[in-house]
């Protein structure tokens, strides 16, 4: 009894320290600058591509060209999102915010986890759920929380 007694007095709860909504938004506007720079580049190496591929294609050759800017968006925000956050919890904002992502229990989140994440951020005007008082949708559904990482 008392070796039991000697282990529940030193199990402490991990003490986390959530990030202020002042460094969430600051990790928004950082993660959409580095967002756009990669889709940027993106679009540059596309559409050299694309003319290179398909010259005078004209307008029609617009429409296809249109689709690809448009799948590749999608797939660079999904890429940016899932690795930074699924390899170390931390994306460039929440770098240099020094915060970074765990689940409700503390632990480093998977990469499934982080896809459910970023899939969630797509839904339109999710990130004013912050202003109802309750965790955002990404935060709430897939059970995770941004923390000061110290």
Known sequence: ??????????????????????Q????????????????ILFSLVAGIAFAYSYPGEGIEGATGFTLI??????ITFCIYYTLLEGSRGRTLGKLITKTKVVSETGEPISYGK???RTLIRLIPLEFLTRLSGS?????????????KDK
Do not use: C
């Open 1 to 22: 009894m008392e070796i039991e007694n000697n282990l529940l007095n030193e199990f402490t709860e991990p003490a986390f320290e959530y990030a202020g909504a002042g």
């Open 24 to 39: 969430r938004f600051l990790n928004y506007i950082i993660d959409v600058i580095a967002f756009y720079i990669l889709f």
């Open 69 to 74: 800017l448009y799948m590749g968006s999608f």
């Open 114 to 116: 982080a896809f459910i």
């Open 135 to 147: 965790k955002m949708w990404h935060d709430q559904w897939t059970k995770t929380m941004v923390v």
